[in-house]
């Protein structure tokens, strides 16, 4: 069965590069990936808290919360 | 081609969960993963820093490094 993995970002060149260099990478066999731009789609913040997420870019995946480096804290999206 | 990717860790928990959940994810298709455990590998430090890793649990994807989380930072593991 495939899992999802949520790529959050805010847009920010540090987000970009995660999402073309991690989120591309998993296998498309076994994760279902959706990317959201959270500062695009702000009625997703609780979501993406609620997921564990602090900053952006993170990547949840089977609901585990990845941070990945550092290009924003959820709290300056809001 | 495939790709390198190699996952820098030092035994910490996050470090464990980091590779179970985002090392295990990438598409071996198109990836070849390394996982190195720099507490017990330490001649490969400066390799890890000279790619540019701070802290680990880290994964460098073609060439790029990724922080991801935040187990313990390089600087300890020496």
């Known amino acids: 069965m495939r899992q999802k993995a949520v790529f959050y970002h805010a847009g920010c060149p540090v987000?970009?590069?995660a999402e073309r260099t991690l989120a591309d990478a998993l296998?498309?066999?076994?994760?279902?990936?959706?990317?959201?731009h959270l500062g695009e789609q702000r009625g997703r913040l609780d979501e993406a808290a609620a997921?564990?997420?602090?900053s952006v870019p993170a990547m949840v995946i089977s609901g585990v919360p990845m941070h990945v480096n550092f290009g924003a804290s959820l709290a300056d999206l809001r």
């Open 15 to 17: 987000c970009v590069e």
């Open 51 to 54: 997921a564990g997420v602090k």
């Open 27 to 36: 296998d498309p066999n076994r994760y279902d990936v959706e990317i959201v």
